[in-house]
C-alpha cells in the first residue's frame, strides 16, 4: 500500500526556516518525481515544488512565490523528500502535502498533510 | 499565465445527476484530471487520463473534456459524494489547479 506521510510543521515567525520531510513506503520511491502543495482557505491548492527522479536528472523546479527560499531534496536510499522553508512569510502559512506524481501527469497520492503557521 | 475556472459551488439531489465544470483555453487538447477533497483529508484523485478511474474509486465517476471544457459527471449522487472537487491540467511544464467546486447533495 502507497502511504506519504509529513511531518515537521510547526508555528514560525517570519524569517525563520522549518524543514518538513515526506516519509514514503509501498513504492519504489526513485523511481517517482515527488511534489509540495499547500492549502490556504484563500488561496486553494498551490503547488510548491517538485523534485524528478534521478532517472530524469533528479531537478527541482519551483513556483514563483517560493523560488530562492524553499529547496525540495530527496533522499532515495530512505525513501525520503524534504522541503526546506526558508525566510518564511505569513503568507507560506497553510497545510503542506507531499505528493507522488505520475510524470506530467495527475498526482495519484497525497498525504495527510502538516500544518505550517507563520505568525508574528 | 494558464487559467483553470469552476464554478464556486454546485447542488445536486441525492440519486441526481452532478455536473462540475472546468474551463481553460484549449483545455480539450490536454489530459485533465480531478481530485475529490472532504473536509479535513487530503485531495483523492478520481479521474485521470481523460476518463479513468484510479482503483476504488465509484463507477459513478466519469469525465469528459473537449473544446475549452472538462466536465465531471457524478452519477446518482450519493451524501458521501458531498466534497470539493478540483480540475488539474498541466500547461507549458506548469502545474494549475482550478479553484475548486463545493459540491452539496441536498
Known amino acids: 500500500e502507497v502511504q506519504l506521510v509529513e511531518s515537521g510543521g510547526d508555528l514560525m515567525q517570519p524569517g525563520r526556516s522549518l524543514r518538513l520531510s515526506c516519509t514514503a513506503s509501498g513504492f519504489s520511491f526513485g523511481d517517482y518525481a515527488m511534489s509540495w502543495f499547500r492549502q490556504t482557505p484563500g488561496k486553494g491548492l498551490e503547488w510548491v515544488a517538485f523534485?524528478?527522479?534521478?532517472?530524469?536528472?533528479?531537478?527541482?523546479e519551483y513556483a514563483a512565490s517560493v523560488k530562492g527560499r524553499f529547496i525540495i531534496s530527496r533522499d532515495d536510499f530512505n525513501s525520503i523528500a524534504y522541503l526546506q522553508m526558508n525566510s518564511l512569510q505569513i503568507e507560506d502559512t497553510g497545510i503542506y502535502f507531499c505528493t507522488r506524481e505520475i510524470p506530467h501527469g495527475p498526482f495519484d497520492y497525497w498525504g495527510q498533510g502538516t500544518q505550517v503557521t507563520v505568525s508574528s | 499565465s494558464y487559467e483553470l475556472t469552476q464554478p464556486p459551488s454546485v447542488s445536486v439531489s441525492p440519486g441526481q445527476t452532478a455536473s462540475i465544470a472546468c474551463s481553460g483555453d484549449k483545455l480539450g487538447g490536454k489530459d485533465a484530471y480531478w481530485y475529490q477533497q472532504k473536509p479535513g483529508q487530503s485531495p483523492v484523485l478520481v479521474i485521470w487520463?481523460?476518463?479513468k478511474r484510479p482503483s476504488g474509486v465509484p463507477e459513478r465517476f466519469s469525465a469528459f473534456n473537449s473544446g475549452n471544457t472538462a466536465t465531471l459527471t457524478i452519477s446518482g449522487t450519493q451524501a458521501l459524494d458531498e466534497a470539493d472537487y478540483y480540475c488539474?491540467?498541466?500547461?507549458?511544464?506548469?502545474?494549475?489547479f482550478g479553484g475548486g467546486t463545493k459540491l452539496t447533495v441536498l
Open positions: 487520463q481523460y476518463n
Open positions: 488539474q491540467a498541466w500547461d507549458s511544464g506548469t502545474v494549475v
Open positions: 523534485i524528478r527522479s534521478k532517472i530524469y536528472g533528479g531537478a527541482p
